[in-house]
């Protein structure tokens, strides 16, 4: 029996940091070689003007011009093959193509995955469909980005997306055949298959939750909120609200909104759990003095501005209260879920906003609400 075997030794591959970046970002090979093109001249004839050279060093220069144009290509081109490999970083370990240390393919599939916050923030929310692939100009055009470079960020979200779908899928059906619970986290299903950078991977599944629930991002108030901001948002509502294994929203935690919402119907129990945090809220702000008046007030205007205060609390702590278990309760509904950031705006913040609380007073009063829940007697 005669056994053939096919060997190849390579030295490993060699990419450009700067030419793979401008690939990424959608840069023209011409407008690479011509940023080049200062640095190589000043190598081969220094500071001398172009006008002061003899005809054969100026022959020699577009000689060198044409080399660098090719070479800029050439190293396109290589990007252009290796985009499958770090699209499906799956599919590396079975070329023979390129050589490179695990360490210089993750940090290359990072730098094909990353995205520009501008054109993420146009995606938030979206069904990523044709009508989205028919504006990536527009968007281009709005965010200044090359479209090239809008392109590539828009199927890479695609693709996550789909297998992260697929992914839920699978582990929904093989949980409920066998009874047991889902175990393969979301991030676990996006490292798995695209060997992202957790935070990366982290940005990607807040953009995927956002998407698969229809989250409103794009309503007029919701606008002034960048990426980061949405991303940051969307982070808390993941770690508090949703579910590791998916990108549904934690169903234990409706349903308690749910019975906490039912609960606060009865006019006993909604007194009390105002009364409660009214008095645990006051002494809260009395001993740490979050609500310092002017020194120039006399002692007692300066308690009259406190009563004022709480007493404006006390007519908005209802409004709180039951507009937050009335969001949490309603998230079993799509149609609520897609509103949650307007409704927790209009609902929640807006009340807050009117009576010039800080971030820190908005905080304790939350915290209050949440430590006196347990205290009900109802």
Aim: glycine share 4%; charged share 25%; proline share 3%.
């Amino acid at each position: 029996v005669e056994t053939l075997l096919s060997c190849m030794v390579t030295d490993t591959a060699s990419v450009d940091p700067v030419i793979f970046s401008a690939w990424v970002n959608g840069v023209q090979p011409r407008e690479v070689a011509r940023q080049r093109e200062h640095g190589l001249y000043a190598s081969l004839f220094g500071s001398t003007p172009f006008d002061q050279l003899r005809s054969d060093l100026r022959h020699r220069w577009r000689s060198a011009q044409l080399l660098n144009m090719q070479e800029c290509q050439e190293e396109f081109q290589v990007c252009e093959w290796m985009a499958p490999y770090l699209a499906q970083p799956q599919q590396y370990q079975t070329q023979l193509h390129f050589n490179l240390t695990m360490e210089q393919l993750r940090a290359l599939i990072a730098e094909y995955y990353t995205f520009d916050e501008d054109v993420m923030r146009e995606f938030l929310g979206k069904t990523l469909n044709k009508t989205v692939v028919r504006e990536l100009e527009d968007i281009a055009e709005q965010t200044k980005v090359p479209v090239g470079s809008v392109r590539r960020q828009f199927y890479n979200l695609k693709r996550i997306l789909s297998h992260v779908e697929q992914q839920v899928a699978v582990e929904k059906e093989a949980a409920k055949a066998s009874g047991k619970m889902m175990t393969q986290t979301v991030l676990s299903m996006i490292d798995d298959v695209f060997m992202l950078p957790v935070e990366l991977a982290s940005m990607y599944m807040h953009v995927i939750f956002l998407s698969c629930n229809r989250i409103e991002t794009f309503k007029s108030r919701l606008n002034v909120l960048d990426f980061k901001e949405v991303n940051s948002l969307t982070g808390v509502v993941c770690a508090l609200w949703g579910s590791d294994v998916s990108h549904d929203l934690d169903g234990g935690f409706i349903e308690a909104m749910r019975v906490a919402r039912d609960k606060l119907t009865t006019k006993e129990v909604f007194n009390q759990y105002r009364k409660l945090a009214l008095q645990a809220y006051r002494h809260l702000i009395e001993e740490h003095q979050l609500w310092q008046s002017s020194p120039v007030l006399s002692i007692q205007l300066r308690e009259q501005a406190t009563r004022q205060k709480i007493a404006s609390v006390d007519q908005a702590i209802s409004v709180v209260i039951r507009a937050s278990a009335q969001i949490g309760a309603g998230l079993q509904e799509w149609r609520e879920v897609r509103d949650l950031f307007i409704d927790v705006l209009d609902k929640i913040l807006e009340p807050l906003h009117k009576l010039d609380m800080t971030l820190e007073q908005a905080v304790l009063l939350f915290q209050v609400l949440d430590k006196v829940l347990p205290q009900l007697t109802a």
